[in-house]
T-cell receptor, first 114, second 113 residues
Framework: DTGVSQNPRHKITKRGQNVTFRCDPI?????LYWYRQTLGQGPEFLTY????????KSRLLSDRFSAERPKGSFSTLEIQRTEQGDSAMYLC????????????FGQGTRLTVV | AQSVAQPEDQVNVAEGNPLTVKCTYS??????LFWYVQYPNRGLQFLLK??????LVKGSYGFEAEFNKSQTSFHLKKPSALVSDSALYFC???????????FGKGNQVVVIP
């Protein structure tokens, strides 16, 4: 296992289109996180899964955003009706569930909405 | 709630000189503190963490950090900076029971050849 994998690495889409990103976590990690990072800022938490259950969602996650982790393994993040303000790097991370376990991040998916 | 402050937006250091990136924290309870590094257009890479035990924590790429409870600090250090250390550095506490990291803006480190 080489770490957290995210696809695609880059996505350019027209405003109003839907996009979907995929994250494959480290296989023995049962926690999975999505973050968003805009230029000059640190990553902002979006949502978190424990196995297949989505246990927390940030207020940043508008109704146009939805995330799933159907079998407790890979996860998808979908953005509907994209807006220019959605342009950002979307980062996925995974961790073990012991308190104090650090998260390991993927390379991210850079979304540009034109 | 746990939060951190990284007081300097950018740290400039000459290659070969010691590098320090500062982080102070405010906590309720015992802090779990992490350092991550981010190279341009890349994800974050874990450097080191403090959970409990020895105050001096050694991490990847020759970095270390010292947890100082009296000064509520967790500064990142490297004895001799390399040009390849130029990157964005984040100090982050764990927040809540879900192991969620709470990031600030980070510090840009520029190592000058």
């Amino acid at each position: 296992d080489t770490g957290v994998s995210q696809n695609p690495r880059h996505k350019i889409t027209k405003r109003g289109q839907n996009v979907t990103f995929r994250c494959d976590p480290i296989s023995e990690h049962n926690r999975l996180y999505w973050y968003r990072q805009t230029l000059g800022q640190g990553p902002e938490f979006l949502t978190y899964f424990q196995n297949e259950a989505q246990l927390e969602k940030s207020r940043l996650l508008s109704d146009r955003f939805s995330a799933e982790r159907p079998k407790g393994s890979f996860s998808t993040l979908e953005i509907q009706r994209t807006e220019q303000g959605d342009s950002a790097m979307y980062l996925c991370a995974s961790s073990q569930s012991q308190q104090g376990s650090g998260a390991f991040f993927g390379q991210g998916t850079r979304l540009t909405v034109v | 709630a746990q939060s951190v402050a990284q007081p300097e937006d950018q740290v400039n250091v000459a290659e070969g000189n010691p590098l320090t990136v500062k982080c102070t924290y405010s906590v309720s309870g015992n802090p779990y503190l992490f350092w991550y590094v981010q190279y341009p257009n890349r994800g974050l890479q874990f450097l080191l963490k403090y959970i409990t035990g020895d105050n001096l924590v050694k991490g990847s790429y020759g970095f270390e950090a010292e947890f100082n409870k009296s000064q509520t600090s967790f500064h990142l250090k490297k004895p001799s900076a390399l040009v390849s250390d130029s990157a964005l550095y984040f100090c982050a506490p764990l927040r809540g029971g879900n192991n969620r990291l709470a990031f600030g803006k980070g510090n840009q480190v520029v190592v000058i050849p």
